[in-house]
């Protein structure tokens, strides 16, 4: 079984860190009111005005998003999409083009994950508002129910939220007729190795538990109501999947302790005048 690290861009990244932290209240809210969407601040670069009941969002199985929208420009440099969560932290960003009356971005696997924790839908048009601000134009979270039945068909066979950690390095091999000093770092390597393992094996369960927590909230709260429950079943079966790799790191740490023991105790006993190499490993009593 292969465990592929989802590569994320700095935001991206950014919003799963903080989502861990503001789900609870990200599920508090079921929207943003028009009052919290209208920002009256002078000093923000930006003026945020929610979508008239006209508006719509629509997005298709193919992850293209299509925005009506009658406030927006005709035309903007760098209109972008976002998903903001309760604290209007953009949590995922896309781009957005014209389309005759219309406007269109494109949605992925990261962007769907978002939409989950998303209290809001922006299209954000820099300059186009009064005084030369941003227009940032708002889909709430009760205006996203149908989005998020859509959003189901751009999940992949991995489990959603999760990031693997990143597996460490093993040994190098150790070379033909080595001398005291080689044996002796490649004993030291493999203990090291062999800690490295350890703490590989407890963040993949960090990981699969974190990731795991926020799907169940989400699916306590309702949020996946619209999927289908095909994909909602195999998602949970991606979950359970990750138990097989964290067996698999339990396999490597025994079979390089097997290794290094085998490499050691062959050293020590064709070099009987030589001082023993001493190769302790420590217990770990996670590793069952």
């Known amino acids: 079984m292969t465990i592929s690290h989802r ?3 700095p935001t991206q990244t950014a919003w799963r860190r903080a989502t861990a932290g503001l789900v609870a209240v990200a ?11 209208t920002d009256d601040d002078d000093e923000k670069p930006y003026i945020a005005i929610r979508a008239a009941d006209s508006d719509s969002l629509a997005l298709a199985r193919t992850g293209t998003v299509t925005l009506k929208m009658m406030r927006a420009p005709s035309s903007a440099d760098d209109a972008k999409l976002l998903i903001v969560n309760s604290a209007n932290f953009a949590i995922w960003d896309g781009t957005l083009t014209p389309s005759g009356a219309n406007w269109t971005g494109q949605f992925n696997l990261d962007a ?4 989950l924790t998303a209290s809001a839908v922006l299209a954000e048009f820099p300059g186009a508002a009064t005084g030369g601000k941003d227009l940032r134009i708002s889909f709430v979270r009760d205006m996203l ?3 998020l039945a859509a959003s189901s ?3 992949g066979e991995e489990p959603m939220f999760y990031e693997a950690p990143e597996a460490p390095k093993p040994v190098e091999a150790l070379g033909p007729n080595p001398d005291a000093t080689q044996i002796a770092s490649y004993a030291m390597a493999s203990r090291r190795y062999d800690e490295q393992l350890a703490a590989y094996r407890y963040h993949l369960v960090a990981a699969k538990a974190s990731a795991k927590s926020l799907w169940t909230d989400l699916m306590t709260a309702g949020r996946l109501d619209q999927w289908p429950a095909n994909t909602r079943e195999a998602q949970m079966g991606a979950y359970e999947k990750l138990d ?4 698999k790191v339990n396999q490597m740490k025994r079979e390089n302790r097997a290794m290094a023991k085998k490499a050691v105790d062959q050293w020590n006993a064709a070099n009987p005048e030589a001082e023993p190499i001493d190769l302790p490993f420590r217990d770990h009593s996670m590793e069952s």
């Open 7 to 9: 590569l994320s861009s």
């Open 153 to 155: 068909a751009l999940m």
């Open 112 to 115: 769907a994950e978002a939409l």
């Open 145 to 147: 129910t149908e989005s």
């Open 27 to 37: 599920l508090g809210f079921a929207a943003l009111s028009a009052s919290a969407q």
């Open 244 to 247: 097989a790799y964290q067996a």
